[in-house]
């Protein structure tokens, strides 16, 4: 019962899930798309709001999983991406898949039931199934947008581009994951993390640990394993796009941050060059790859590449300053990122298309989200005082502050090259023509989707000292626990 209790949130995720597949089930198709995607609207929410009240701490399943400040502050953030995703999408799966809706639901509540375990597996075991549950659903749910061509009778191959492209980079990050797991495991003679702390790595363990890095590099799409992401991106619908770019990247670098700063940091010289090898690579080629992009859903693909590289500074950092500016970071991400692609939907939706062209003249056709569309965009930038600002500044102190001065150097660099880009987002809403293009009808829900993803930005940007407090607790709980 002990155990129960301390993993009642993932319970509470898949217990969710159970009950949308009978709504589902139990409903007329017609209705119980909407119907379901309102439930995990209202599910998720409830959950989200329920681990402010019900304090629980301790391992489960003989210390495979650990509740702690730092689970709990990474499923908050897993549970509100699912909200404003499932906020985000809800009138477009219901409009474009009506007899499918109830699927995506079940795929994406599964998808969030992995991470909500990830968050807590305290054993490589129990990680890379955590892993499996969280991305398997991500394939399928790749390829709904494949209903659009079907229903319009045109054959469109993006969709199924992106869907293959995401099922065989998922593929072959989980062989190569497990197979420096074995290599580990079997070097160590362990697969918990605090039994790892203790364990010299021998040749073999330290190539299995390069390898699980690299299994992950692919799951969170930095270079060189990032080459699925503008495509997949491009290819799928842009409410779950919104999802993917930001969720199961935050769960990768949580578990980076678990496996290799809390099991493997006292080893950290074995390792370590690797890890700034790919914050370095990713700033560098996903900042570069970006300039020429006149798609928005890729320009922001090759962003993510580099936000990336940025977040893998804080885990280069190693220790307790490091991963509490990681969590810093990943959490503005989460709301930056999925109101930029949610602004992008928006527009799209109302006929302007995906493309920069697509953005013109939106200060004069919907100024409400041009105004959060900006605020998006600086954040991602880092500019001055968007929570990105502070992200990215926090976490390039924690880099400096680790030793890490030449890569901070080169990060800063980077980061203002980035602006460019950016600013061609921003100039293409605020210093264009609209020429004939309408104002776009955006829903309610995804209004409210984009609203809080404002709020976030703006308020967190404004007033960071709790966000900051709270990552520091939940980072010291994650070391802490280690120590003992």
């Known amino acids: 019962m002990s155990d129960l209790l301390i993993l009642w949130l993932p319970l509470a995720v898949g217990a969710l899930t159970v009950l949308a597949l009978l709504v589902d089930a139990l409903s007329p198709p017609p209705a119980s798309g909407r119907a379901v995607g309102w439930l995990v609207v209202a599910g998720l929410t409830a959950t989200l709001g329920a681990t402010f009240f019900v304090d629980v701490a301790g391992p489960a399943a003989h210390g495979a999983y650990e509740a702690s400040a730092w689970t709990l502050a990474l499923q908050r953030l ?11 999408g809800v009138d477009h799966v219901a409009a474009r898949a009506p007899k499918r809706a109830g699927e995506y639901w079940l795929l994406l509540l599964a998808s969030i039931t992995g991470m909500t375990l990830l968050a807590g ?15 398997i659903p991500l394939y399928v749910l790749a390829a709904f947008a494949k209903t659009d061509g079907d229903r319009a009778g045109v054959r469109d191959r993006r969709p199924s581009e992106a869907a293959l492209k995401l099922y065989l980079v998922g593929a072959t990050s989980t062989a190569v994951t497990l197979f420096g797991l074995a290599l580990l495991t079997g070097m160590t003679c362990a697969t918990r993390l605090d039994a790892l702390t203790a364990t010299p790595l021998q040749p073999l363990a330290t190539l299995g640990a390069l390898l699980m890095l690299a299994g992950f590099g692919y799951k969170v799409g930095v270079v060189p ?3 699925w992401v503008p495509d997949t991106y491009q290819g799928a619908w842009t409410p779950f796009v919104a999802f ?3 969720a199961p990247k935050a769960a990768g670098v949580a578990a980076l941050t678990q496996v290799f700063v809390l099991g493997l940091g006292a080893q950290h010289d074995r390792w370590l060059p690797a890890l700034m090898m790919l914050a370095f690579l990713s700033m560098a080629v996903g900042n570069l790859l970006a300039l020429p992009q006149t798609d928005a859903r890729r320009l922001l693909a090759y962003s993510g590449v580099a936000q990336m590289g940025y977040a893998l500074l804080g885990v280069a950092a190693i220790g307790e300053q490091g991963a509490a500016m990681t969590l810093f970071f990943l959490t503005s991400y989460v709301f930056t990122n999925m109101g930029a692609f949610l602004v992008v939907h928006a527009v799209a939706e109302g006929g302007g298309g995906h493309d ?22 600086l954040s991602l930038a880092g500019i001055p005082f968007a929570v990105g600002f502070w992200a990215k500044l926090y976490v390039f102190l924690a880099a400096w502050q680790a030793g890490l001065g030449g890569l901070v150097i080169a990060g800063v660099a980077l980061a203002a090259l980035g602006i460019f880009y950016y600013l061609q987002v921003l100039r293409a809403a605020y210093m264009t023509d609209a020429r004939g293009l309408a104002a776009p009808v955006v829903g309610a829900p995804l209004k409210l989707a984009i609203g809080l993803c404002l709020a976030a930005v703006l308020g967190f940007g404004l007033w960071p000292g709790p966000l900051v407090e709270g990552t520091a607790r939940a980072a010291h709980a994650l070391l802490t626990a280690a120590a003992r």
């Open 78 to 88: 897993f549970l509100a991406a699912g909200v404003i995703a499932a906020l985000g």
């Open 121 to 135: 597996a305290r054993d490589l075991i129990l990680l890379v199934v955590a892993f499996e549950l969280m991305g």
């Open 356 to 377: 920069l062209d697509g953005l013109r003249g939106l200060a004069g056709r919907a100024p409400g989200l041009a105004a959060a569309l900006l605020c998006f965009i």
């Open 244 to 246: 993917l770019s930001v």
């Open 225 to 227: 394993f990032h080459m």
